[in-house]
């Protein structure tokens, strides 16, 4: 990557005075961070560590309705609270690289993960030629930083995928899973399933569900005939499996959290939406289908730092980590138009942005980013409106009826992503690159730049 010139630097550091000068005004004016914290949000130096933050689907839709929901219309959420926030666009690109206005996880991941733009279902590898491009966990890795991917879903969705690994289309998950990627399959000589890449990369820390992925046995290679689990032994992973055995892992060795067969169960549950709508209801902050050893998304962000940090701790390194957060189900539960679990999930989600803020409040050196990485189906519309799809109506923590609406198909159908842009918002080095309308793409850079990463 070639340095920036002296004008690019001469802008950047125009922009830094700039953005110092108007939060100082809104700090004074009483805006929730301190004037400590927004100074140093705007910092143009390297960062130690990056956690970025990844509600997939989350929108300011799906933020707002759970805003309203659990704390009101006048109160905050942790995501609220950071000091410079922007928005960017997410669209992906067709093969001849024109515009796809309404992208999906993989294409949007893989914008972040490698700042190139491809087609919806692929995990970062080129639109046109399916050419592997280097990711941004990749490029930590080189340079000696550790790393983690903590999700919801199964690590080898869409949203992890795009850190450690590149596939011609998403749903290669598993060794027998490889239908839609002859060239990437071992016995082609290409790299193997998602689950495969995953592991070989020996990322520090993988946390989530998809244990289904990694009991399939490999095909060909060296690991022929084991499972990818077994696999990840053999490459010398810890393999835990609930909250207990997560928080007594030990650093040193990376570890591979597998806490769910499929995507993780969501916390909360009620009444998905309907044709004509639904009575009042009262969100049920539990879900008997989700075992009481599965662990909480701030618990498992809370351990991934702490392994991280110890490691390098240990080596005495000068270099931090990179780890990614994935609430995963935002966006699951707003494709099943079911409110209360979208909810339930925002809010899981922002409990885990409370424990990246914690942990940057005393580590000024890290860089925290949160963001979505598409919008979604999910409008807050008046209580009289008559949607023609699918409705609900709330209760809030306030005593208010809210109604929310799914009509991006036909009821019976998955609910749709949108093509809106979305927030992000960050804190620390380099944040100040968040401000404005930016690309998703770019935020690919403001990473690689936060960590000096060549």
Known sequence: MPRPSRRH??????????TAAAVAVTSVAGASDSKEQAENAIKAGKAKNVILLIGDGMGDSEITLARDYTVGAN????????????AYTTYAVHADGTPDYVTDS??????WATGVKTVNGRISKTPGTDKAVPTILELAQKNGYATGSVTTAELTDATPAVLASHATDRSCQGPADMAKCPTDTIA??????????????KVDVLFGGGKQRFDQKVTDGTYKGLTV????????????TDDASMKAAKAGTPVLGLFATGNMPVEWTGKAAAVGGTDPQRCVTSNANRPSSTPSLADSATKAIQLLDAKQQAKHSNKG??????????????????P?????????FDRAVAVARAYAAKHPDTLVVTTADHGHTSQIVPLEATPPGLSSTLVTNEGQQLKVNYSTNTPGQSQEHTGTE????AQGPQAYRVLGVTNQTDLFTTIREALRLR
């Open 106 to 111: 993989a294409a949007s991941g893989t914008g």
């Open 229 to 240: 689990t077994e696999q990840a032994q053999k490459i010398g992973y810890q393999v835990v």
């Open 422 to 425: 979305v927030r992000i918002a």
């Open 9 to 18: 630097l001469t802008i950047g550091t125009a922009l830094v005075a700039a």
């Open 321 to 338: 980590f990179f780890l990614q957060i994935e609430g995963a189900s935002i966006d699951k539960q707003d494709h099943a138009a079911d």
């Open 75 to 86: 109160g905050r959420l942790n995501m609220d609270k950071f000091p410079l926030t922007g």
């Open 340 to 348: 209360c679990g979208q909810i339930g999930e925002t809010a899981a």
């Open 188 to 201: 082609a000589g290409g790299p193997g399933s998602i689950a495969e890449q995953s592991v070989n990369h």
